[in-house]
């Protein structure tokens, strides 16, 4: 019996063997999910859908995008860590990776052991905006209205842990001033609510924001980069409205649930460096205020360093502010 067992486990080990390197080697052989932990329509979905296009096209399997809100990204990114690891569900999320690290005390994975790395993808800039009719004209008359009518002014976000949420708590801090917020599973829905004037203000990426600022249905006030942007070269920095200390960059990488096949990651990234040097990805990021990561940085190593060290860093300022989801 002793034999049998021995003989039959080795045999059922070799199969899962053979059958996991064999998927590996003929991946993908169908449509892989890439989850966007947010609504359709935001600026994650907006950076997700160009590359998984690419992707799709490169890799002769359908990409195919699928949002999955709500808590800030943690579903999203909940469902992912808890998918078969075997190279047809991936996660495309940002700066709220890490976050959400220390914002969520009870989050459902664990965040730097759940997942294997792809590559960084893109760094887009934020633009703090405002309904149309807005009153105050510049950024310091922004920062003096809403000191003065801070029970009455809407902030939108996507939920705690968002980038949205990070700038808005950035901002907040930084006029000493708290705000009314209005989360959303997304900053798409915020912004169909920004168009309509039910909400106020927001700070979002120019992914979303920059098609609006340029037809003027919405208000700007700044941008978070270091310096005013091509595409928007009338929106003054942060900065130069007053605001030093608060340059924000919203980073986004690709990920996949851990014990995905290191031929599979190695075939993700192989496509994943094609779509980001795709003149349609390019020409699309650079129209909304963005452009790709350096080839160097998409690479599993440089986004474990990124989430690793902006966990670090973010988890002193989080646990300053005392603020956190649960
Ligand atoms: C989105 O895609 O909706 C945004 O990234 C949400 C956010 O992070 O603010």
Not at 51 to 67: C, F, P, T, W, Y
Not at 80 to 107: C, F, N, Q, W
Request: glycine fraction near 10%.
């Amino acid at each position: 019996m002793t034999l049998f067992k021995s003989l039959f486990s080795a045999t059922a080990l070799a199969a899962t063997l053979f059958a996991a390197s064999a998927s590996a080697e003929g991946y993908p052989e169908r449509s892989i999910t890439m989850v966007v932990p947010f609504a359709a329509g935001g600026p994650t979905d907006t950076v997700a859908r160009l590359v998984a296009e690419s992707m799709s096209k490169d890799l002769g399997q359908q990409v195919l995008v699928e949002n999955v809100g709500g808590a800030g990204g943690t579903l999203g990114a909940g469902r992912v860590a808890s998918s078969e690891p075997d190279g047809y569900t991936v996660l495309l999320h940002h700066i709220g990776m890490a976050t959400s690290a220390t914002l969520y005390r009870k989050l459902a994975y664990d965040t730097l052991n759940a997942f294997d790395y792809v590559g960084l993808v893109t760094e887009v800039p934020m633009t703090i905006v405002a309904r149309k009719d807005f009153e105050p004209t510049d950024l310091k008359g922004l920062v003096e209205y809403v000191k003065t009518n801070k029970d009455k002014v809407t902030v939108a976000n996507a939920g705690i842990g968002a980038a949205s949420h990070l700038c808005g708590m950035l901002f907040m801090s930084q006029i000493e001033t708290p705000l009314v917020t209005v989360p959303y599973k997304g900053t798409g829905p915020a912004m169909t609510d920004l168009l309509g004037g039910q909400v106020d203000i927001m700070c979002d990426q120019t992914t979303n924001t920059t098609k609006q600022i340029q037809g003027g249905t919405i208000k700007a006030y700044a941008v978070t980069s270091p310096a005013r942007l091509d595409v928007l070269p009338d929106v003054p920095t942060a900065a130069e409205g007053g605001l030093t200390d608060f340059q924000v960059g919203i980073w986004h990488g690709v990920y996949t649930p851990k014990g995905t096949p290191a031929d599979a990651i190695a075939k993700l990234n192989a496509s994943l460096k094609k779509a980001l040097t795709d003149e349609n990805v390019v020409a699309r990021f650079a129209e909304l205020g963005t452009a790709p990561s350096a080839d160097a940085d998409v690479t599993p190593e440089a986004l474990k360093a990124k989430l690793e060290g902006e966990i670090a860093r973010w988890k002193p300022v989080i646990e300053a502010a005392g603020q956190y989801a649960d």
